[in-house]
């Protein structure tokens, strides 16, 4: 399975990073435009609508069309692990039902004093099997910019 993984570090304490990823507007908050989110629906792990947090077993319905152009890929993103203690904290999500075969986003969180380092991990597969699979790693052209986002903007919101 092909990985991608970015680190940023924020001028903000560990506290302040997870309460912002831990609610659907951040999600929001860091997705860009041109990727067109439309978050379809929210459920916590009883099924309850818009949970004011997402913990473990929360399910977030969306669809993307990036740039505007094909149809809207459409998945679930499952909440499978969310854990803070002792100055790290960890998440992690994986799609049901979507445009890729596999993926799975690990996002973790290491404070260090006032500061806090923020990784996102991929992992992940495209559609098409052993074809899908040898074209993965290429797949990175197309995360680096949303991903250059997503941390440049919560450096922008948190700091």
């Known amino acids: 399975m092909a990985t991608y993984t970015r680190r940023t570090r924020v001028a903000a304490p560990l506290s302040e990073v997870w309460e912002f990823h831990s609610k659907i507007s951040g ?8 990727m067109n989110l ?14 004011e947090e997402l913990v473990t077993g929360s399910k ?8 505007g152009v094909g149809p809207a890929q459409r998945w679930t993103s499952h909440i499978v692990e969310r854990e803070c203690e002792d ?3 960890v998440f ?15 996002h973790q969180f290491y404070a260090d004093g006032d500061e806090t380092l923020v ?9 098409g099997g052993p074809l899908g ?3 993965s790693p290429a ?3 197309g995360f680096e910019p949303m991903f250059r986002y997503r941390h440049r903007k919560t450096k922008e919101l948190l700091e």
């Open 139 to 141: 797949a990175v052209v």
């Open 60 to 67: 977030v319905r969306m669809s993307m069309r990036p740039l």
């Open 92 to 106: 992690r999500d994986e799609m049901i039902g979507g445009p890729f075969r596999k993926w799975v986003h690990t």
């Open 87 to 89: 100055g790290a904290a």
């Open 119 to 127: 990784e996102d991990r991929l992992e992940y597969e495209l559609p």
């Open 38 to 51: 439309d978050v379809v629906d929210v459920r916590g792990p009883d099924g309850e609508p818009d949970p």
């Open 27 to 34: 999600l929001e908050a860091l997705t860009p435009e041109w």
């Open 133 to 135: 699979r040898a074209a």
